[in-house]
């Protein structure tokens, strides 16, 4: 039987080069192609924080304008107690009625979800744009001074709470306790309260003092949440400018 043998003919150098051309053409379109992809994923990411961010600020401007108008009106009203004062015309029922609404207060509290987001998975490096990276560390930075502005006036409005246990009599503040409603001033002025302890006048001032310090505080909030208000809404607006039809979608 007659047998066959193949022959193997050398491969010439170009077929050498055109192999290692298709090689090499193949890893490095892979690479962009994955390069490109993270690109894309990170393009996304930084879409769908932002997003967050954009709606966390329009919650943020709703409960900005309540607060401030919760503070007004109880700055207000101090002044309303403190005419009557002044003029002898403010009852012991106006006492109860003041000094227990008083120890109340409307405290700012962030949407932050969108800039947790931001920052525990570093987003912050993924936005190229400056103006919003800055406008976010801005707004932080405020809504963290005022926190801490808050803070202050709680340690004051608590310290009257205590003080006012010494000064007003606790059946009539539970009976006002009983009927509360919803709203900034929600504890109604009492019937035929007692007359306050003129004994104890030196309390009573001190009281009078602590809940006016704490009221007066809102002032000082309201400047700072008005400027909160106005960082986020530049804020918002720069990405709205950049991001405008990706956040539409």
Do not use: C
């Not at 009203?77 to 005419?83: G, K, P, R, V």
Request: glycine share 4%; proline share 1%.
């Amino acid at each position: 039987m007659e047998v066959h043998h193949h022959s193997h003919h050398p491969k010439k150098w170009k077929e050498y080069l055109t192999e290692f051309i298709m090689l090499f053409a193949a890893v490095t379109l892979g690479f962009f192609a994955e390069n490109l992809r993270e690109v894309q994923v990170e393009k996304h990411r930084e879409i769908s924080y932002l997003k967050n961010v954009h709606e966390d600020l329009q919650l943020d401007f709703q409960t900005i304008d309540t607060v401030i108008a919760a503070n007004t009106y109880r700055l207000n009203m101090l002044d309303t107690f403190f005419i009557a004062i002044n003029n002898n015309t403010v009852t012991t029922e106006d006492y109860y009625y003041f000094i227990r609404n008083f120890a109340l207060r409307s405290t700012f509290e962030s949407a932050h979800t969108g800039f947790d987001q931001i920052k525990s998975a570093g987003g912050l490096r993924m936005v190229k744009n400056k103006d919003i990276t800055s406008g976010i560390q801005q707004y932080e930075k405020i809504v963290n001074s005022t926190a801490k502005l808050e803070e202050t006036r709680e340690a004051t409005i608590e310290e009257a709470r205590f003080k006012m246990s010494k000064v007003l009599d606790a059946k009539i503040l539970y009976s006002m306790t009983k009927s509360q409603v919803e709203g900034t001033f929600r504890f109604f002025k009492p019937k035929n309260a007692p007359d306050l302890n003129q004994e104890n006048k030196e309390a009573l001032n001190e009281l009078l003092n602590l809940v006016a310090i704490g009221i007066n505080t809102n002032r000082y909030l309201n400047s700072r949440l008005v400027k909160l208000k106005n960082v986020g809404q530049k804020l918002d607006q720069t990405i709205l400018h950049e991001y405008k039809d990706e956040l539409d979608h």
